[in-house]
C-alpha cells in the first residue's frame, strides 16, 4: 500500500510542474522584453500601453531597433522611478501611468545629473572644442539608395524576399542596375521611400545603419528582414568619419557643448541606474515581436 507520505512529494511536484507551465505560457502570450533587479518586468504590453499613450514614439517602434530604443527608455524610467524613492522624492499625485512616469523620471533625471551650462564666451567655447572633438565629429557617411517592400507584399507573383533576392541576382549579372528595381517596387509599394535617399549618417543603435557601415562604395546589402519589411541597399558612395574644423562650427559651438554634455549625461546616468537596478533587455524577446508576424 502506498503511504501517504510517499504521495504528496509527487503531488507537490505535479503542482510545482503545472505551475510552470503556465507560467511559460503567460509569458509565451506576453513576451518579457526586459527585466530589473527587483523583479519587475517589463512585457509587450506594457510596450503596447506606452506606445499608445507616446505617440512620438509610434514610428520609431516599427521595427526591432526601434522598440529596443523604446523599451530602454521604459526601463530607465522604472530605474529613475526607484531612484526617486531611494532619494525620498513623493510621486506625483495625478492619475495616469505611474509605473512608467515620464514627467517623474525627468525629475529624478534632473536631480541625479550634472548641470550643463553654456561657455561664457567664444575663448572658453574654443577650449571646449579643442579638448572634445568627438563632440564635433560627423560620423561615417554613406549615399544610400534602397528598396522596402512589406514582408506580406507580392511582386510579380513572388513573395518579397524571393523578388529581392532575384533582383540581387539580376543586378549582379548585369542584367539591370539597382533604380530599375527600385521603380518596379515603388509601383508596388509607395508609402516609403524607393531608390537614392541621399546621405545617411551612420550610428551605432541602429542595427542596420551599423552593418552598412562594414559595406563599400558599390556593395549590395541584402535582402535584409527588419520588422514588418524587407530591404535592399546599395551603398552608391562613402564619406569617412571627420571632425569639423573650428572655422565651420564656432558660431554654434556654445550651443553643441550644452547639447553634448546632456546627451553624454544621459548614457551616463542610464549605465548607472541599469548596473543600480539590475536592468537587463532581452534583445532576442523584442526581435520574436517581428519574426512571429
Known sequence: MTSIRSIIPGIVLLAGAMMLNAAFAQEAKNPVLARLGNGETITEKDLTQYVGRRIDLKAVARNASGVTTVVQEMALARALALEGQSLGVPPRSEKGDTR??????????????PACETPKDEAAARDFYDKNPKAFTLPTAIRLSRVILPVAEKVDGEPAGTWLMNQVQAIGAGRQKFEDAARRAEQAYKLDAQGDLGWVMLNEENLILRALG?????????????????????????????????????AVAAKRAVSYCREQARIDVQQRMFQKYGVQLDENAVRSLFEAK
Open 100 to 113: 512608467f512616469d515620464d514627467i517623474y523620471a525627468h525629475t529624478i533625471f534632473s536631480k541625479i545629473s
Open 214 to 250: 562594414d559595406a563599400n562604395q558599390g556593395d549590395i546589402v541584402g535582402p535584409v528582414k527588419d520588422g514588418d519589411f524587407v530591404y535592399l541597399f546599395q551603398v552608391t558612395e562613402k564619406r569617412p568619419s571627420q571632425v569639423v574644423p573650428w572655422t565651420e562650427v564656432s
